[in-house]
């Protein structure tokens, strides 16, 4: 089993720009998270998705769009990026109580 | 809301015991877990207190006292490759989400 895994690992984006980012998981989680991490900050949430068709805003939803394609795959959208978005992303899924993360993926927007 | 504070630092030698305390304030409380961040990596799960008391996981111990709104993570016989940093997180209602502390950093020395 793979776990969670993320596409890309690195992303330099110029200011305005669009991308998503990619996360699949193989373990027949219904949840799953996007995060992001910046130095001091700690983890933050951005959109979860409890379940196949539904997703929620987090703490920091601000500039970010996600889709929940299937149970396998959640994904995140960057419309139009700002340097404030420049973070490193990771994606989540969890039975219960337990969250397993994906690698992250490390994004600077100039 | 939710916040959490925890150190941000915290500095021990090998083979000794450190403790690594966490305070929270929330609505909706379902327990609270730790993780473990090595530099570069992802965070990965290390406990969960649904209970008051003490969970044991080999050199690694977790407690959570709910009428304090306190726990801590307890690291026995320090090895080099416990410097990481670790993370308190509250189970929100409904095990749906986490809520992150901003984080402690562990600097194991010989």
């Known amino acids: 089993n793979a776990g969670v895994t993320q596409t890309p690992k690195f992303q330099v984006l110029k200011t305005g720009q669009s991308m998503t980012l990619q996360c699949a998981q193989d373990?027949?989680?219904?949840?799953m998270y996007w995060y992001r991490q910046d130095p001091g900050m700690g983890l933050r949430l951005i959109y979860y998705?409890?379940?196949?068709?539904?997703?929620d805003k987090g703490e920091v939803p601000n500039g970010y769009n996600v889709s929940r394609l299937n149970k396998r795959e959640f994904s995140l959208r960057l419309e139009s990026a700002a340097p404030s978005q420049t973070s490193v992303y990771f994606c989540?899924?969890?039975?219960?109580?337990?969250?397993?993360f994906g690698p992250g993926t490390r994004l600077t927007v100039t | 809301g939710q916040s959490l504070e925890q150190p941000s630092e915290v500095t021990a030698v090998e083979g000794a015991i450190v403790q690594i305390n966490c305070t929270y304030q929330?609505?909706?409380?379902?327990?609270l877990s730790w993780y473990q961040q090595h530099d570069g990596g992802a965070p990965t799960f290390l406990s969960y207190?649904?209970?008051?008391g003490l969970e044991e996981t080999g050199r690694f111990s977790s407690f959570l006292s709910r009428s304090d709104s306190y726990g801590y993570l307890l690291l026995q016989e320090l090895q080099m490759k416990d410097s990481a940093s670790y993370f308190c997180?509250?189970?929100?209602?409904?095990?749906?989400?986490?809520?992150f502390g901003k984080g402690t950093m562990l600097l194991v020395s010989p």
């Open positions: 989540a899924s969890s039975r219960i109580y337990e969250q397993y």
């Open positions: 373990m027949n989680h219904n949840s």
């Open positions: 998705s409890a379940s196949e068709g539904t997703t």
């Open positions: 929330t609505s909706g409380f379902y327990g």
């Open positions: 207190n649904a209970l008051d």
């Open positions: 997180a509250v189970m929100n209602s409904g095990y749906s989400t986490l809520t």
